[in-house]
């Protein structure tokens, strides 16, 4: 993938979130070279400013990339900062991060670019993966639509993951499926991208998912 046209503008940052992965100590499994882990692939996507980028940096255990750039006046009127006034970048390529899940198997997140403009990268990101974490806010339950519909017509399998932020209205996840029209087979679960186990959750609610959705 060429992403030559955004290196003048891209700042490697870390996430808003903070990431408490890098610093973890590697656990003794984590350290077994002669047990060869599983890798796959996952995308996390949702609408713009849902929290991506929080959710690949709150759980990775290298250094998450992120490709974030300082929104300018250019974005008003295209991107809705209503739920998140304190936003001031946005990803313009990808997110990257990578967490061992304890049975050996080691998930690479990819975060998706939020705003529609980037979307034609999306084909090239999902390439390979096992499935997609799609981020939705209950405040603007519409944004995460393109992201759904494009899995489901690809066929990925792919978990909703409701990012509640505190403060805000509290959905039950069957009330969210519901409201989003999402079938009975597709796990929703409601979490919070800056509390790493309920990102943890999410990964393997979806790599259980894919599990049982691949043919054995
Ligand atoms: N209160 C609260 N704020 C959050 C939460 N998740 C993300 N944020 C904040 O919301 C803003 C957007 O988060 P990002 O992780 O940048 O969202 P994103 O989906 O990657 O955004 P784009 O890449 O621009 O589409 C940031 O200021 C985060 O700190 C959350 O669970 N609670
Ligand atoms: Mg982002």
């Not at 870390?14 to 973890?24: K, R, Y």
């Not at 061992?100 to 390439?127: E, I, N, S």
Request: one cysteine or more.
């Amino acid at each position: 993938m060429d992403f030559a046209g955004f290196d003048s503008t891209t700042t490697p940052t870390t996430p808003s979130g903070g990431s408490a992965g890098p610093d973890e100590p590697l656990q003794e499994w984590q350290k077994d070279t002669s047990r060869a882990p599983i890798a796959t692939k996952i995308v996390v996507a949702g609408g713009f400013g849902v929290g991506k980028t929080t959710f690949v940096g709150r759980v990775s255990e290298i250094e998450p990339l992120v490709t974030e750039a300082v929104m300018t006046q250019a974005s008003e009127g295209t991107d809705d900062l209503a739920a998140t006034p304190e936003k001031t970048t946005t990803t313009v390529a990808m997110d990257f991060g990578r967490i061992t899940l304890d049975a050996g198997l080691v998930l690479y997140l990819f975060g998706t670019p939020g705003q529609q403009r980037f979307w034609f990268m999306w084909d090239d990101l999902v390439r390979g993966a096992i499935g997609a974490v799609v981020m939705a806010d209950t405040r603007r339950l519409e944004d995460c639509f393109p992201a759904l519909d494009y899995f489901e017509s690809c066929g990925l399998p792919y978990v909703v993951a409701v990012n509640h932020f505190e403060g805000t209205e509290y959905y039950e996840a069957e009330d969210v499926r519901e409201a989003l029209s999402v079938p009975a087979g597709v796990p929703v679960v409601v979490m919070d991208a800056r509390k790493r186990d309920t990102v943890v959750d999410s990964l393997t609610t979806l790599v259980a998912h894919a599990v049982e959705l691949t043919p054995a």
